[in-house]
């Protein structure tokens, strides 16, 4: 299984909702990354968890909290969002946290924020 | 700070043309090379990445880079392209500086006519 899967596939939400996004793989990966991709523009990374613990957090505002609850699954918890955050967010994982480590992608969750 | 730069953001061709685009990057230490597609409604793929050893790499669907370190670049290349080919290409960079970071050019919208 080379699969990273993510749930839902689209999301809508009001600026009050809490939602979470989901993030599940089976490689045996033991780092996990979320990403945020607009619209035309590269993906841009959020977060890393190495070892089911965050080891990057890339300046990301506390409405976005991310999860590991183990080592395939991987949440992002939604809260108090603004209508610019509406974006794909695209999950990641790879075997290992050296850069040779290509990184596998799911086909991300398309958020839009009301 | 690290930066990618992929200079041809939307490229026609024609089936059987050939294909190169561009990718340069800016940072003077060791770096890993990957070429990531994004076909319409799918997610990330990685195409092929460079690690050390021959700077020409061969990638899946015929495609291939080339890795000039004196000119930081890494270069994507096919020979003739096909219809299936039309999506987006996005370079990405890790630089070998203990992180694992990606950092993703902005990516080139290759359409394909039939």
């Known amino acids: 299984d080379t699969e990273v899967t993510q749930t839902p596939k689209h999301l809508v939400m009001g600026m009050t909702n809490k939602k979470s996004l989901k993030c599940e793989q089976h490689m045996g990966h033991r780092a996990m990354y979320w990403y945020k991709q607009k619209a035309k523009k590269p993906p841009e990374l959020m977060f890393v968890?190495?070892?089911?613990?965050?080891?990057i957090n890339e300046s990301v505002p506390s409405r976005f909290s991310p999860e590991c609850p183990n080592s395939s699954l991987l949440n992002l918890h939604l809260h108090a969002l603004q209508p610019e955050d509406s974006a794909l967010y695209l999950c990641?994982?790879?075997?290992?946290?050296?850069?040779?480590?290509?990184?596998?992608f799911g086909p991300g969750t398309r958020l839009t924020v009301l | 700070a690290q930066s990618v730069s992929q200079h041809n953001h939307h490229v026609i061709l024609s089936e059987a043309a050939s294909l190169e685009l561009g990718c340069n990057y800016s940072?003077?230490?060791?770096?890993?090379l990957f070429w990531y597609v994004q076909y319409p409604g799918q997610h990330l793929q990685l195409l092929l990445k460079?690690?050390?050893?021959?700077?020409l790499v061969k990638g899946i669907k015929g495609f291939e880079a080339e890795f000039i370190k004196s000119k930081f670049s890494f270069n994507l290349r096919k020979p003739s392209v096909q219809w299936s080919d039309t999506a987006e290409y996005f370079c990405?960079?890790?630089?070998?500086?203990?992180?694992?970071?990606?950092?993703f050019g902005t990516g080139t919208r290759l359409k394909v006519l039939a």
């Open positions: 968890y190495s070892y089911e613990k965050l080891s």
């Open positions: 990405a960079v890790n630089a070998i500086t203990g992180t694992y970071k990606y950092i």
């Open positions: 990641a994982s790879s075997l290992g946290t050296s850069g040779e480590n290509e990184q596998f």
């Open positions: 460079y690690f050390s050893g021959d700077p």
């Open positions: 940072y003077g230490g060791t770096v890993n």
